[in-house]
């Protein structure tokens, strides 16, 4: 499959721990922010989304915090599976009057059995 | 299925000679985008359109064209391809209301020689 990230930084954990995945934003003014999922060879594909009003937003398994302080945002996946493993992304909408996306450069996370 | 698709998925060209790379989405959807994915850059946007006949410049649209004569589709140009433009490519559509939630499609592999 592709290849999206030779250098990217990397979390490996064991099946069934939990994992964090953080990133920063560039943009206080952004009001809205979302995590993406991308598999070897595929798209990225949506996890959770939250807006800047809001702390925190639970999902299944996942949950995504917002600390607009320090400009950060992490991604908790609960009870991690091999099939977790992929590249993250954090993506920010900078709030210019359109969309407008901003993707980090992702982290790849390797969970072994 | 709601889905956005892309062809040809993988293309090995030579320099200049012109390409089309095809975009559809089947969502209704207002809003189309073009990126392209390169190790350690993460996603860049290359163009967008907030609607039929309504398009604009992204962060890297040096050397790309792009048309939106119907909703549906959203070809990216390249009229003289060069080596810089090996990459992966990703079209990705949302709605114009509510969550900006991009939805992508599977990618095509680029490779110019």
């Known amino acids: 499959g592709e290849s999206v990230g030779l250098h990217l930084p990397t979390l490996s954990v064991q099946e069934g721990d939990n994992s964090i995945i953080n990133c920063a934003y560039s943009?206080?003014?952004?009001?809205?922010f979302i995590w993406y999922k991308q598999e070897s060879g595929k798209g990225p594909q949506f996890i959770i989304d939250i807006r800047s009003n809001m702390d925190k937003r639970q999902g299944q398994r996942v949950t995504v915090l917002l600390n607009k302080t320090v400009k950060h945002l992490s991604l908790q996946i609960a009870a991690t599976q091999p099939g977790d493993s992929a590249v993250y992304f954090c993506?920010?909408?900078?709030?210019?009057?359109?969309?407008?996306?901003?993707f980090g450069t992702g982290t790849r996370l390797l969970v072994s059995p | 299925e709601a889905q956005v698709t892309q062809n040809p998925r993988y293309l090995i060209t030579v320099t200049g000679k012109k390409l089309t790379v095809t975009c559809s989405q089947n969502?209704?959807?207002?809003?189309m985008s073009w990126y392209r994915q390169d190790p350690g850059l993460g996603l860049r946007q290359i163009y967008y359109?907030?609607?039929?006949?309504?398009?604009d410049k992204g962060d890297v649209p040096e050397g790309y064209k792009v048309s939106r004569k119907e909703k549906r589709n959203f070809p990216l140009i390249l009229e003289s391809p060069s080596p810089n433009q090996t990459s992966l490519y990703f079209c990705?559509?949302?709605?114009?209301?509510?969550?900006?939630?991009?939805?992508f499609g599977p990618g095509t592999r680029l490779t110019v020689t």
């Open positions: 359109s907030m609607n039929v006949e309504v398009t």
């Open positions: 993506a920010e909408n900078m709030n210019t009057g359109f969309q407008k996306l901003v």
């Open positions: 969502m209704n959807h207002e809003y």
């Open positions: 990705a559509s949302s709605s114009a209301g509510g969550s900006y939630e991009q939805y």
């Open positions: 943009n206080s003014a952004s009001d809205y």
